[in-house]
């Protein structure tokens, strides 16, 4: 559980600190592209990502200047690795999304994670409760039937000596 826990679990968005920056363009209408969870999804065709490859940034559906993204928007984001991992979207020198809103989408998956995780952990014990319960039930079970058969035989065995045989 602890592995599957780590393997789904985000630590955190990409650092400001350590970040470049790069021109990028809004390829989507963020304003129409809503995710469940209340996320904005902003598709950016940023430079130095291999060919064809878009970067993704969730914006929460509150964030000041979230209307003001556009497709075919010009814009700089500050990125992390290859392909970019988006820690900030700024016009000019001006932050428009910072990296508080864009790292809300990773706490929100994390949430997600744990509720998943909770989940399937609630379902393993209820299978395993349920599957303690009938080998409890099939023990009992053989216990008594096994008791009443050693019980017939003690009986048996004893009204065949007791009709006509003396103990001797």
């Given at each position: 559980m602890?592995?599957?826990?780590?393997?789904f679990?985000?630590?955190?968005?990409?650092?400001?600190?350590?970040a470049?920056?790069r021109?990028?363009?809004?390829?989507?209408?963020?304003?129409?592209?809503?995710q469940?969870?209340?996320?904005?999804?902003?598709?950016?065709?940023?430079?130095?990502?291999p060919?064809?490859?878009?970067?993704?940034?969730?914006?929460?559906?509150?964030a000041?200047?979230?209307?003001v993204?556009?497709?075919?928007?010009?814009?700089?984001?500050?990125?992390?690795?290859?392909?970019?991992?988006?820690?900030e979207?700024?016009?000019?020198?001006?932050?428009?999304?910072?990296?508080?809103?864009l790292?809300e989408?990773?706490?929100?998956?994390?949430?997600?994670?744990?509720?998943?995780?909770?989940?399937?952990?609630?379902?393993?014990?209820?299978?395993?409760?349920?599957?303690?319960?009938?080998?409890?039930?099939?023990?009992?079970?053989?216990?008594?039937?096994?008791g009443?058969?050693?019980s017939r035989?003690?009986?048996?065995?004893?009204?065949?000596?007791?009709?006509?045989?003396?103990?001797?």
């Amino acid at each position: 559980m602890p592995v599957i826990f780590l393997c789904f679990w985000h630590f955190g968005g990409p650092d400001v600190e350590g970040a470049d920056a790069r021109p990028a363009v809004i390829v989507n209408d963020p304003a129409t592209d809503l995710q469940d969870g209340g996320f904005h999804r902003v598709s950016l065709a940023v430079e130095g990502n291999p060919e064809g490859q878009l970067s993704l940034a969730f914006v929460p559906e509150g964030a000041s200047n979230r209307d003001v993204l556009h497709p075919g928007d010009r814009l700089m984001v500050l990125c992390e690795g290859t392909p970019c991992e988006v820690a900030e979207i700024q016009r000019g020198n001006r932050a428009l999304i910072g990296n508080g809103p864009l790292s809300e989408f990773y706490r929100y998956q994390n949430r997600l994670t744990v509720l998943g995780l909770l989940v399937w952990g609630l379902l393993a014990l209820a299978f395993l409760s349920v599957a303690w319960r009938d080998h409890h039930e099939l023990l009992q079970q053989e216990s008594e039937s096994g008791g009443s058969r050693s019980s017939r035989r003690r009986r048996s065995s004893r009204t065949s000596r007791g009709r006509g045989a003396t103990r001797g």
